[in-house]
């Protein structure tokens, strides 16, 4: 399946819980080993990001979409 996102995290289902209404579908992560994250130079300037830095990626968004 091709998709224009940047970043997709591909894995196996771990767990499907399904409710009345919506389903909780766990996933165990594989890949990729490098996320793409696009920021402003202010942020990165701020956080003065440089080459080896340990940081953690927060991925914000409204909706996963799983394809199979």
């Known amino acids: 399946m091709e998709l224009s996102a940047r970043n997709q995290l591909k ?8 409710g009345a209404v919506m389903a909780s579908i766990k996933i ?11 920021i402003s130079k ?3 300037e701020g956080l003065d990001l440089k080459d080896g830095d340990e940081v953690t990626a927060i991925i914000k968004s409204t ?4 394809g199979k």
């Open 63 to 66: 909706e996963v979409i799983i």
């Open 42 to 44: 202010e942020s990165a």
């Open 11 to 18: 894995g196996k289902v771990a767990a499907v819980d399904i």
């Open 28 to 38: 165990e992560v594989t890949d990729p080993d490098v996320i793409t994250a696009l």
